[in-house]
């Protein structure tokens, strides 16, 4: 099972260069066309601002703040929001944001995979 599709972009944010690393070069071995990568807010914020992605994979905490307003201005736009977080259910999420998927950090490549496949489906019809 893969995430195959070329014209698919994930916007990956993480403020962790090598769980940043890791995640992309696990979503390419998945199958995914391009990951765009982010280590702040501000960095996705502009990556967003030039092109909308396919689906955004975001940590909760970065070290400018929380991605929870980027996630609220992508899914206005419709793109997917996944949140990922090592920090458990310490953090509250907005009301508007809870139905979002949150993966565990640490994650393993099967957990990403079943937990983004959904919104690849969707795009690949």
């Given amino acids: 099972m893969t995430l195959g599709s070329a014209e698919l972009v994930i916007l ?6 090598i769980i940043l ?4 070069m696990t979503l390419h ?3 995914a ?9 501000a960095e996705a914020e502009a990556f967003v ?29 419709g793109t997917a929001c996944v949140f990922t977080t090592g920090h458990g259910a310490e953090l ?3 009301p508007d944001l809870k139905d979002l998927p949150i993966i565990a950090k640490p994650y393993d490549p099967e957990q990403l995979l079943l937990v983004l496949k959904p919104y690849l489906d969707r795009k690949a019809s």
């Fill in 33 to 41: 066309g391009r990951v765009d990568a982010a280590l702040t807010l």
């Fill in 12 to 17: 990956l944010v993480e403020d962790d260069p």
């Fill in 49 to 77: 601002n030039r092109q909308r992605p396919t689906v955004a994979v975001m940590d909760i905490e970065l070290r400018d703040g929380t991605s929870f307003p980027l996630a609220d201005r992508l899914q206005r736009e």
């Fill in 21 to 24: 690393l890791d995640t992309s």
């Fill in 92 to 94: 509250p999420i907005p």
């Fill in 29 to 31: 071995r998945l199958g």
